[in-house]
DNA sequence: GAAACCATGTAAGTTGTTACATGATTGG
DNA sequence: CCAATCATGTAACAACTTACATGGTTTC
């Protein structure tokens, strides 16, 4: 699903200006989806264009005017429709997960610091959640997607507790017995 | 971490061409990670350009000569200092989950759908990465990231299971109460 | 007085996918 | 006989990100 399509789902929510796009894909999305104003911005005038959404311009005082984009009834069919068919694979892209396939080239203190460092973020991202997840007013797709998110997280963060030992030990071992191999 | 440094990087287990590079990634990172004919071919190019790898042709009957690449000194150290660098974010896109943040569009039967549908490809994905797991050829790093994958998919699974009716429910609410036998 | 927030937008660059181009061989 | 495997590569396209351009206001 591209950043045009999950703008026109906010949109069916409430009306909102760009800006305001960007925060929602913040508060609620950035676990599993992120968006830049450059890719926002020019989502909502092609939504305008292909007559999806509507744009009225709110002047303001020394800012650039407010532009606040409400979905069409024609909008919200093509969302639904959007929803309807049958969703792509998860992409995947983990720098750390690369890393770690690699562990036996790195030293066990790199191994170390570089899973610290995964803790420790993905406990505040964990914290985050059950804050959004406290917040009464989400829609029942926010709550089941937090509460996802949070299942997902709290796994990784045993398996990394219950097992870094595992790969700590591997790289102590560095090119073992045996691996005598491509060189 | 881009196609070009995953390629490097396999490079440092063993020689091999971009064909049998695709083949490793698809088993044993395709969870988390892919990469197209389209992106390896152009980053071996380049590789070899930059004099991290070197190509050797050999010559076959009728097909087009298979070229082998084996990273060179530099390519191991350009290799171990990107290992070094802290990894970026995950990134992750999930079409699965933006629709299920819209469940109050669907309706309930669509949600049901769209749940079995995602249990019975985490499932496969499981069995896959289990099979994957029983290989004792597999470097450490490997190993660690496959048992990583099936700990969040178990955890992904296990959630789907437990939680499924709290948003198939949610969508019956979506609708006239009553109305919910009728579709 | 610095940082973050509000507010929009464009242009260049990155990174990757899909489809095209070519074609023999092997297994069900 | 059809599909998959082997084998490489290019060109067009897609979708985003980053940096640039502009500038007042609020909060620490």
Not at 122 to 137: G, W
């Amino acid at each position: 699903m591209d950043v045009r399509t999950l703008c026109l789902g906010l949109l069916t929510r409430s009306e909102a200006s760009g800006y305001e796009i960007k925060k929602a894909f913040q508060s609620g999305l950035s676990h599993f989806y992120d968006a830049s104003f450059g890719s926002i911005y020019p989502a909502l005038s092609r939504l305008t264009e292909e007559g999806l959404v509507t744009c009225k311009e709110e002047p303001q005082d020394k800012r650039p005017d407010k532009k606040v984009y409400r979905i069409t009834p024609a909008g919200r069919l093509a969302f639904i429709d959007a929803l309807g068919r049958p969703p792509g694979h998860d992409r995947i892209r983990s720098d750390f997960l690369a890393t770690i396939l690699f562990a036996d080239l790195l030293s066990p203190r790199q191994i170390a610091g570089l899973i610290d460092g995964r803790l420790t973020e993905t406990r505040s991202l964990l914290a985050e959640l059950r804050e959004q997840a406290k917040e009464e007013t989400r829609a029942a797709g926010d709550r089941f997607v937090i509460a996802y998110g949070i299942a997902v997280l709290e796994a990784e963060v045993t398996f990394l507790e219950e097992r870094r030992h595992v790969i700590e030990g591997a790289a102590l071992l560095g090119r073992a017995p045996g691996s005598a191999a491509a060189d």
